[in-house]
């Protein structure tokens, strides 16, 4: 754990030598999400120029750090692409970037990705609010002997999603004529989708949409006092609940056709002076 906590401390001196200046809010983009927010002009790089540990390949990831309005007093860093732990990663380096962000002073993070809706009703292309997960992945970033400035042994996530972001998020929907329900998201370990078994299981235990990730950068950003907003993108219906067989190559059509959404909603977010509040 000392090991990870020297790493953390390396990465912000990176950040510091770079000459950026420190990010205000953080937004993760998921699989086909990594839509247009802004040119960060030369405020760009590969995600691994500040990570100790290489990041692999995943269609839909271009896995860079993206600075967007540096030059104001709210410059948001961009994260296009996630680390997952079906990659092999453990919860601490699935979350690394998070604390990154938690310890550059980040205080709000917007997370997307694509998921598979769990309602009879959901088609793919809705976007959906996250107001709670259910982690199944079988990791849990905050195992092990954590720095006691970092946040409780214990945190609460009672309000894991952030009460206030979802009503901004809702209000902003509205104002664009877009519907935005609320769900819940189950994190489960992939790359394997779930089996119709898995699914009957998900949706008697509550799930809305069930996907690979989310959930352990949000208890690594709850356990840091950062804000939490999440959006799923509903990329296809899970197994069981449609005739043809999943592909990835699916989700990443889905996300690109409804990316346009995302994208307006997203810049009128980060406007919102909400996200920025200490």
């Known amino acids: 754990m000392d090991g990870m906590v020297e790493e953390l401390e390396s990465a912000v001196a990176r950040w510091d030598e770079s000459g950026w200046p420190r990010p205000r809010v953080m937004v993760v983009s998921g699989s086909g999400l990594a839509v247009d927010l802004g040119d960060p002009g030369r405020h760009s790089r590969p995600m691994g120029d500040f990570l100790p540990f290489g990041t692999g390949h995943v269609d839909g990831h271009p896995h860079t750090f993206d600075l967007l309005a540096a030059d104001t007093d709210r410059p948001v860093l961009y994260q296009r692409g996630r ?14 970037s998070i604390r990154l962000a938690a310890l550059l002073g ?22 959906m609010l996250i107001r709670d997960h259910i982690n199944l992945i079988g990791l849990n970033p905050l195992r092990g002997e954590l720095p006691e400035g970092w946040g409780p042994r214990f945190p609460d996530l009672t309000a894991a999603y952030d009460l206030e972001l979802r009503r901004v998020a809702r209000d902003e929907a509205a104002r664009l004529g877009m519907e935005l329900d609320e769900g819940i998201y189950a994190a489960v370990a992939g790359p394997s989708y779930e089996t119709p078994a898995e699914v009957s299981m998900l949706r008697a235990m509550g799930a809305d949409l069930v996907g690979m990730s989310t959930a352990l950068e949000v208890i690594a950003a709850r356990h840091m006092g950062l804000r939490c907003l999440g959006f799923s993108l509903v990329a296809n219906l899970a197994s069981g609940m449609v005739a043809e ?32 509040a200490d």
């Open 83 to 96: 680390l997952h732990s079906y990659q092999g990663y453990d919860g601490h380096e699935t979350a690394f």
């Open 106 to 127: 980040v205080k709000t993070v917007i997370l997307s990705n694509a998921a598979g809706g769990l309602r009879q009703e959901s088609r793919p292309g809705d976007l």
């Open 245 to 276: 067989p999943l592909v990835h190559t699916e989700v990443l059509a889905a996300a690109e056709e409804a990316s346009g959404r995302l994208r307006e909603l997203l810049v009128r977010l980060l406007e919102r002076p909400e996200l920025y």
